[in-house]
């Protein structure tokens, strides 16, 4: 009824429309917000509709969910995917606390911003399910996902789930499997923080060149990152791994060259694992 009485009062139509479309999806398949308007509405109603109950810590149990708020999460995940918006969701969550403390309202849950996040993050597996992306594809994406970009989530997780079986999803796969199959062998300790001083042969020096080459291109800024040649540069490092593990002995005799030379594969892990933890990955 609000639209209409705010067509009757004058106001223009999207306004109008975002009165009643704010409340969508009222489903986990219904029709979003499409509109500046209604969408930004919708958006600013379910944060506020999830700090609200977070901040008086009342959280959803396994078994219970009496205020939704699953819903309003998973619904704020779809209108930020289908709408593809980018903005600082933690942001919003941070002012929109502030604004309860303004009001006077005990906050009884100090994490609440964490806690709203990962709450948030945890829908994306509800989200990626209706996508009919495989349970380790999600786990993949979801469990290493840190940050507030859930857009950037979304994109990475239909990248693997588009590759993994073909030619760039394989390679990088392959890649990252003979270095965590060595790694795993070997205790705590390796960091990933290799010393080039300590290389011996090109091939560690070339696939030192290349994992710096690639950690560069991570570190642009999410709004101009390029998933797709992201992946196709993780992949594009077999040519150099198969040299290395073909040329170079990692159990060198050598005590400091051995442990150089995990340091530089385990570099080679934490770089891929900044796109997604490709060790949950079936496969491996």
């Known amino acids: 009824m609000g639209k209409y009485f705010a067509l009757a009062q004058g106001f223009e139509e999207d306004i109008a429309n975002s009165v009643s479309d704010h409340y969508l999806p009222v489903g986990l398949t219904s029709a979003i917000p499409k509109k500046p308007f209604s969408y930004s509405i919708s958006i600013v109603d379910k944060i506020d509709t999830l700090v609200g109950f977070f901040v008086i810590d009342e959280k959803p149990t396994s078994s219970k969910d009496p205020f939704a708020l699953r819903r309003a999460a998973i619904g704020l995940l779809r209108i930020i995917i289908e709408n593809k918006l980018s903005f600082k969701l933690r942001d919003l969550i941070s002012y929109a606390i502030r604004i309860y403390q ?5 906050i009884k849950n100090e ?5 709203v996040l990962d709450f948030i993050k945890e829908r994306m597996r509800n989200v990626l399910k209706l996508k009919n992306i495989k349970p380790d594809i999600i786990e993949a994406s979801v469990s290493s996902h840190a940050g507030d970009n859930f857009l950037d989530l979304y994109a990475k997780t239909i990248l693997i789930h588009k590759y993994k079986n073909k ?3 394989l390679n990088a796969i392959s890649s990252y499997k003979r270095a965590s199959n060595i790694l795993d062998k070997v205790g705590k300790g390796i960091t990933g ?4 001083v300590l290389f011996r042969k090109d091939e560690e020096r ?3 060149e290349k994992i710096n080459e ?3 291109a991570f570190t642009v800024k999410d709004d101009n990152k390029d998933y797709e040649s992201l992946l196709i540069k993780l992949s594009d490092t077999k040519e150099s791994t198969d040299n290395f593990f073909d040329n170079v002995v990692v ?8 442990n150089n030379r995990l340091e530089l594969l385990k570099m080679f892990c934490n770089t891929f694992d900044t796109f997604i933890d490709f060790s949950k990955l079936e496969g491996l």
């Not at 994490?111 to 806690?115: G, H, L, S, V």
């Not at 923080?193 to 080039?196: G, L």
């Not at 159990?251 to 051995?258: A, G, V």
């Open 214 to 216: 690639i950690r560069k």
């Open 102 to 106: 303004e009001q006077g309202v005990e």
């Open 167 to 169: 030619g760039v999803g």
């Open 111 to 115: 994490k609440t911003e964490q806690e």
């Open 251 to 258: 159990n060198d005799e050598n005590q400091d060259i051995k």
């Open 193 to 196: 923080r290799p010393d080039a």
């Open 206 to 208: 070339v696939l030192h």
